[in-house]
């Protein structure tokens, strides 16, 4: 597919458990963000790479929050101890650079913690 | 701090309508607004962007927005609302070129359409 993909779509785990959510973003794109979008909110910014490094991560909300992208491409978004107000839609996007070129996002992972 | 505010959280429209959704900004200098749509079961989409020069922007599926500094506002428009336009609307605005990674976002309005 030519879009963003985000894997899983839907995922229910336990309060206390470890989660990881994955992103394949539109091919030859160097930018990739992750936001959060809880419910009746605009997304919230989260964490900004370009290429493989992490340029921005102000948006992580705490350390149990952490992301790689090792090689570039893929990124994983790894929640640890999760917490019920953990639950949101967790949305992918990519772009060919960061300055104006414009976010093409995913679908999102809904993440619920019970 | 800079914010978005939508101030309609839902509309309501009959199909055919013309359809105005508002977006006011707060933000120093003049920012990188944009409109996006997100439609059930589908990411969010580019419907606009304002970046410089004339205020009046065109995007995709018919619709416009106008960048009205005195006013701080972006306010979406369309003269003739379809169907398939049901769905929820954003505004964001990014702190300047190199920022657009740290979009700022409305609450959204949730546009219906009446048959």
């Known amino acids: 597919g030519a879009g963003v993909s985000q894997t899983p779509s839907n995922k229910v785990t336990e309060k206390g458990k470890y989660v990881e959510l994955r992103c394949d973003p539109i091919s030859g794109h160097t930018a990739l963000y992750w936001y959060r979008q809880s419910l009746g909110q605009g997304p919230e910014f989260l964490i900004y790479?370009?290429?493989?490094?992490?340029?921005?991560d102000s948006g992580l909300p705490n350390d149990r929050f952490f992301a790689v992208r090792p090689e570039g491409s893929v990124s994983t978004l790894k929640i640890q101890r999760t917490e019920r107000g953990d639950s949101a839609v967790y949305l992918c996007a990519s772009s060919l650079g960061a300055t104006t070129g414009e976010l093409f996002f995913g679908e999102g992972s809904r993440l619920t913690v019970l | 701090a800079q914010s978005v505010t939508q101030p309609d959280i839902h509309i309501t429209v009959s199909e055919g309508a013309s359809l105005e959704l508002r977006c006011n900004y707060s933000?120093?200098?003049?920012?990188?607004l944009f409109w996006y749509v997100q439609s059930p079961g589908q990411g969010l989409q580019l419907l606009l962007k304002?970046?410089?020069?004339d205020t009046l922007v065109q995007g995709i599926k018919g619709f416009e927005a106008e960048f009205k500094r005195s006013q701080s506002s972006f306010n979406l428009r369309k003269p003739s609302v379809h169907w398939s336009d049901a769905a929820e609307y954003f505004c964001?605005?990014?702190?300047?070129?190199?920022?657009?990674?740290?979009?700022?976002w409305g609450l959204g309005t949730s546009l219906a359409v009446n048959p």
């Open positions: 964001a605005v990014a702190p300047g070129a190199g920022n657009n990674r740290k979009l700022i």
């Open positions: 304002y970046f410089s020069g």
């Open positions: 933000y120093g200098a003049t920012p990188y």
């Open positions: 790479f370009q290429g493989t490094g992490a340029a921005d």
